[in-house]
C-alpha cells in the first residue's frame, strides 16, 4: 500500500533563511512524487514534481526538491524563505501501477520576518 | 497551468438541504475527476472518483447515497451533499489531470479553489 509521511506538523523559519520540509514515501514500483502548496481556504497548487531524470527537481517560486530513492525521500527546499511561503505543504506520490494519489498529512511552514 | 473552477466557494445551509457543488475544467477536458474532504488541519481525503459517462467509484467508508456524484460532461463534475446535517460540514476539494500535464498517471492534479459547506 502507499504511503506518505511528513514528520513535522510544523516548520517555523527565519526570513531569508533556508527551508526544509520533509517527506518520506512508500509505494509499489517507481514512485511518481509530487508536493503542493494550501493557502488558507484555498484549494493545492501544484509546486513541482519527480517522475523520472535528475534527482533535484526545480519547482515554482523558487523551490526544488530533491528525490532519494535509498532514504525513500522527497525533501521540499527553498534557499532563501519569504514571509509569503508561509503556508501548508502537502507531498504527495503515485506508483506506476496507476493508483490514485497519496497525500501526506502536510506540514505547516510559518517564515518568521 | 490548467484551471479548475470550483463553484460555491462557500456555501451555509440548514439541516436537511441538499447542497449541490461544481467542478469545471475551464481549458481542458477532464474525464476524470477526483473529490476530497479535507478536516481542519488535517491532509485531504479521497472521497471518489468521477467518471465522465459512467458511475463515480466510491472510497471505501464514504456513503455514495450521501455523496452523489454525476460527471455528465467531460468538464463538469458535480457533488451533492444530500440532506446534509452539521457532521457534513467540512471542506471539500475537487481536482483533475490535465492532458498536458503528462499522461494520466504521471501528471499532477490541478485543484479547484475549494468549496467550504456549513451545515447549521
Known amino acids: 500500500a502507499q504511503s506518505v509521511a511528513q514528520p513535522e506538523d510544523q516548520v517555523n523559519v527565519a526570513e531569508g533563511n533556508p527551508l526544509t520540509v520533509k517527506c518520506t514515501y512508500s509505494?509499489?514500483?517507481?514512485?511518481?512524487l509530487f508536493w503542493y502548496v494550501q493557502y488558507p481556504n484555498r484549494g493545492l497548487q501544484f509546486l513541482l514534481k519527480y517522475i523520472t531524470g535528475d534527482n533535484l527537481v526545480k519547482g515554482s517560486y523558487g523551490f526544488e526538491a530533491e528525490f532519494n530513492k535509498s532514504q525513500t525521500s522527497f525533501h521540499l527546499k527553498k534557499p532563501s524563505a519569504l514571509v509569503s511561503d508561509s503556508a501548508l505543504y502537502f507531498c504527495?506520490?503515485?506508483?506506476?501501477?496507476?493508483?490514485?494519489?497519496?497525500f501526506g498529512p502536510g506540514t505547516r511552514l510559518s517564515v518568521l520576518p | 497551468g490548467a484551471v479548475v473552477s470550483q463553484h460555491p466557494s462557500r456555501v451555509i445551509c440548514k439541516s436537511g438541504t441538499s447542497v449541490k457543488i461544481e467542478c469545471r475544467s475551464l481549458d481542458f477536458q477532464a474525464t476524470t475527476m477526483f473529490w476530497y474532504r479535507q478536516f481542519p488541519k488535517q491532509s485531504l481525503m479521497l472521497m471518489a472518483t468521477?467518471?465522465?459517462?459512467?458511475?463515480?467509484?466510491?472510497e471505501q467508508g464514504v456513503e455514495k447515497d450521501k455523496f452523489l456524484i454525476n460527471h455528465a460532461s467531460l468538464t463538469l463534475s458535480t457533488l451533492t451533499v444530500t440532506s446534509a446535517h452539521p457532521e457534513d460540514s467540512s471542506f471539500y476539494i475537487c481536482?483533475?489531470?490535465?492532458?498536458?500535464?503528462?499522461?494520466?498517471?504521471?501528471?499532477?492534479?490541478?485543484f479547484g479553489e475549494g468549496s467550504r459547506l456549513t451545515v447549521l
Open positions: 468521477s467518471n465522465e459517462g459512467s458511475k463515480a467509484t466510491y
Open positions: 504527495a506520490v503515485r506508483g506506476d501501477y496507476g493508483q490514485n494519489f497519496v
Open positions: 481536482s483533475a489531470h490535465a492532458p498536458s500535464s503528462g499522461s494520466l498517471y504521471t501528471g499532477e492534479l490541478f
Open positions: 509505494v509499489s514500483g517507481n514512485p511518481y
